[in-house]
């Protein structure tokens, strides 16, 4: 073997790139993935375990899984790593059009595969044909509630609770995500198994009303201290039962030590009720918690940390809100979503108007 390997050196090879490039060969688009994967899988439940932080989240790791079975392996799965070029890629991309945002994000796991498949020595160094392919624009939804359709939204969820086609715990997690900006994923479960952890729903030892602050174990982008309106604090207080366990949620499902999972469904029924029509889904509640602070004349560097929103380019590292004035921000915008919900908001009058009696 070793007189083999000497023969192979002399006529200018190298024994490791050939044995690299049959291994390459036999490697399948299929197979990558699956190796890449199972290694931040594994690197997922490692970092738990010692109590650091994930290189990705439970919930990415579940849309990476979807993305793979659905988006990529129907069409590329079979191909060869090294039979796999820039055309075909390109020709797979475009199959997705009128998906732009599943393009994107399968581009994106495409992508880091061939660059573990890199790292480990069994994709060639350079070889990735999907990082020269671009990405589809992406129109985000900016739609948001006006303080009319929140009246009739109010009135609408006052109404179905009172009879029964609405459970308080959908009631108040509305609350929570219009009174504090607050992400579905940070009250509720996920309504999709596979992202779900045991840290999902918020518990009532993670509420200090008192201090009127939350502390979130599983934020987007990490653990942090959410700053909770008086109406929010009162909801919160209205709702939470005698005696209850600290680690119970505080928006439960059928059972009381379970999370609610998902409230899409309950709150689109509440709605049409209103006779609002179904704009942005449910993140357009917390799009309208940040559109009314703006209304306000908050500016992004106030809504930014209310909202746990990660930095921005490096002038954002240089604008430090004070703890303060972040109180004043949440506790106004909280105040004019609660009126407007309670029906209690009052309309102003511009006595300078024609016709308007002094």
């Known amino acids: 073997k070793a007189v083999d390997l000497r023969r192979e ?3 200018g090879k190298n024994p490791a790139e050939t044995k690299r490039a049959k291994r390459a060969r036999l490697l399948t688009v299929a197979e990558l993935l699956a190796a890449y994967l199972d290694d931040l899988r594994n690197s997922v439940e490692k970092n738990v375990m010692r109590g650091t932080k994930p290189p990705a989240k439970k919930s990415t790791l579940a849309e990476f899984s979807r993305l793979a079975e659905r988006a990529i392996l129907p069409t590329l799965g ?10 075909r890629v390109e020709r797979w991309r475009n199959q997705f059009s009128a998906a732009p945002t599943t393009a994107n994000r399968s581009l ?5 595969a061939f660059r573990f498949g890199q790292k480990q020595g069994i994709v060639a160094p350079g070889r ?4 020269g392919v671009s990405r589809f624009p992406e129109k985000p939804k900016r739609e948001r509630l006006t303080v009319a359709e929140l009246a009739q939204i109010g009135a609408a969820l006052r109404e179905s ?3 029964g086609t609405t ?3 959908v009631s108040l997690a ?3 995500m219009l009174y504090c900006g607050l992400r579905v994923s940070e009250v509720l479960t996920d309504a999709i198994k596979a992202r779900r952890s045991d840290l999902d729903g918020l518990r009532w030892r993670d509420v200090d009303l008192d201090a009127g602050v939350i502390h979130l174990r599983d934020a987007k982008a990490g653990d942090r201290d959410v700053l909770i309106s008086r109406p929010a604090v009162e909801a919160l207080r209205a709702a939470r039962p005698e005696g209850v366990s600290p680690e119970f949620p505080v928006c439960p499902g059928v059972r009381p030590d379970a999370p609610l999972v998902g409230i899409d469904e309950p709150l689109r029924r509440v709605f049409e009720r209103a006779g609002v029509p179904w704009k942005g889904g449910i993140h357009s509640l917390r799009r309208t918690f940040s559109s009314v602070g703006l209304d306000k004349g908050y500016g992004r560097d106030f809504l930014r940390p209310l909202l746990g929103h990660g930095k921005g380019d490096v002038t954002d590292r240089y604008m430090i809100a ?3 004035a972040l109180r004043a921000a949440v506790e106004s915008i909280g105040a004019e979503i609660a009126g407007a919900l309670d029906g209690t908001l009052a309309t102003v009058l511009d006595f300078k108007r024609p016709g308007i009696a002094g």
């Open 78 to 87: 079979r191909i060869e790593v090294e039979a796999l070029d820039a055309a």
């Open 9 to 11: 050196f002399q006529a």
């Open 322 to 324: 004070s703890p303060e």
């Open 128 to 131: 990735n044909p999907f990082e």
């Open 161 to 163: 609770v009172a009879d």
């Open 174 to 176: 509305v609350k929570l």
């Open 167 to 169: 459970s308080p715990s």
């Open 108 to 112: 994106t796991l495409a992508k880091a």
